[in-house]
């Protein structure tokens, strides 16, 4: 799937916007490929994978697009 970063914390942590979803998926630094957190930046293109966790559906294996 693709999406955009759409908002990072300072704690490790984002959400990625979908374009025709209104909701968007949150995604961990431990689930990122090839990119360090630090190297995203807002407005950024990533591919990832979808996963249903306890609080619903998460991003997993992101990487820059």
Do not use: C, W, Y
């Not at 949150?26 to 990122?32: G, T, V």
């Amino acid at each position: 799937m693709e999406g955009v970063i759409k908002k990072l914390t300072d704690k490790g942590f984002g959400f990625i916007g979908r374009e025709g979803e209104e909701k968007d998926l949150f995604f961990h630094s431990n689930n990122l490929v090839g990119v360090g957190f630090d190297d995203l930046r807002e407005g950024d293109n990533v591919t990832f994978e979808l996963e249903q966790s306890d609080k619903g559906p998460a991003a997993v294996n992101v990487e820059k697009a």
